[in-house]
């Protein structure tokens, strides 16, 4: 890895920008010559590292966290989750240095909940808005995610996972799945559109024991479940429409076992957030969650699978940690 440094003249504080040059099918490496030179024609004082491997953006964030006021995030949802776990990480859990967003993935969701947040069924600001977030340097603070799992599901040596969109289990995780499997020709939202054709060819029913809160734990079978700091997810599916980041909440949806055919006809739905009045769907809120199930199921988390296939997984909330750019 190669830090590049370049000294501006605005009068703010040393910023690190990493960037994922594979996020949105190889678009930031595409973008970069364009977002480099916008940030140097604003007089930013920054250095920049692109990162070579999966998971490296959180080491380098936990790393620099204490050497940087800001740190830019040039990718999609999963470069930003990995920033933000390496800005939690850093900072145990208390309020982290700002992050900035310049949204340049596949679906960029959780730009969508960032003034002006998008209407349901809209896009995010694009990456010359992302740009001048930076530069402006205002911020506010957002909610995040935890999350943990079974000590031998965990993929890294931290066993807390930390999200800020939405974490799923059953379609959505195995549509994640199979998500590598997309031609890379094929962009933004028909690319997980083909993923969601290929996942009804086999998906899973849950049989699971789940609770809110401190309520009583119950039995659900459930084609999918999704808990969401934010609202939209795979590029443009609102399943928690009515989620908001700044809250103190989880938005929790939770289907019944559903059908290949309803699950066709719910998709439109999902893609406008009018699917909160079907029967087969039930909508919650709650700031903690935990699901249980007999059978290993796969967890999905900001569009990357955190975990191997895991028997618990536990959900809560952490109230405006996060410092986000706007």
């Not at 988390?301 to 959900?315: F, H, K, W």
Request: charged residues 20%.
């Amino acid at each position: 890895m190669i830090f590049r440094r370049y000294q501006g003249t605005l009068d703010v504080a040393k910023t690190l920008v990493i960037r994922n040059p594979t996020a949105g099918h190889f678009r930031v490496r595409a973008l970069w010559p364009q977002i480099e030179l916008a940030l140097k024609d604003a007089g930013m004082d920054f250095d920049a590292i692109a990162t070579e491997a999966p998971l490296q953006a959180t080491d380098i964030a936990r790393s620099a966290a204490q050497n940087y006021r800001a740190i830019v995030a040039i990718g999609g949802d999963g470069t930003v989750s990995e920033v933000v776990n390496g800005l939690m990480q850093h900072s145990e859990e208390s309020e982290t240095i700002a992050l900035g967003i310049v949204p340049v993935g596949n679906g960029d969701d959780f730009a969508k909940m960032l003034p002006p947040e998008a209407p349901l069924g809209g896009a995010s600001y694009d990456w010359r808005s992302g740009v001048q977030k930076v530069i402006a340097g205002q911020s506010r603070l957002y909610d995040v995610g935890r999350m943990r799992a079974d000590e031998a599901s965990t993929k890294s040596k931290e066993r807390c996972h930390y999200f800020v969109n939405v974490v799923d289990v059953g379609f959505g995780a195995h549509t994640v799945q199979n998500f590598a499997s997309v031609p890379k020709w094929i962009l933004g939202q028909p690319a997980y559109l083909a993923a969601v054709l290929k996942t009804l060819i086999n998906y899973p029913t849950l049989r699971m024991r789940m609770q809110f809160d401190d309520a009583p734990a119950f039995d659900q079978v459930t084609t999918i479940a999704a808990i969401g700091n934010g609202r939209c997810f795979g590029g443009g599916f609102w399943v928690c429409p009515d989620a908001h980041a700044d809250d103190g909440c989880l938005d929790v949806m939770v289907s019944e076992k559903i059908t290949r055919r309803t699950i066709l006809r719910l998709l439109p739905k999902l893609q406008r957030g009018t699917h909160v009045s079907e029967a087969v769907v039930t909508m919650s809120r709650a700031k903690r969650v935990v699901l249980e199930s007999g059978e290993p199921f796969f967890v999905e988390a900001d569009g990357e699978m955190p975990y191997t296939p895991t028997r618990r997984l536990e959900v809560d909330i952490l109230p405006g940690r996060l410092r986000v750019m706007v």
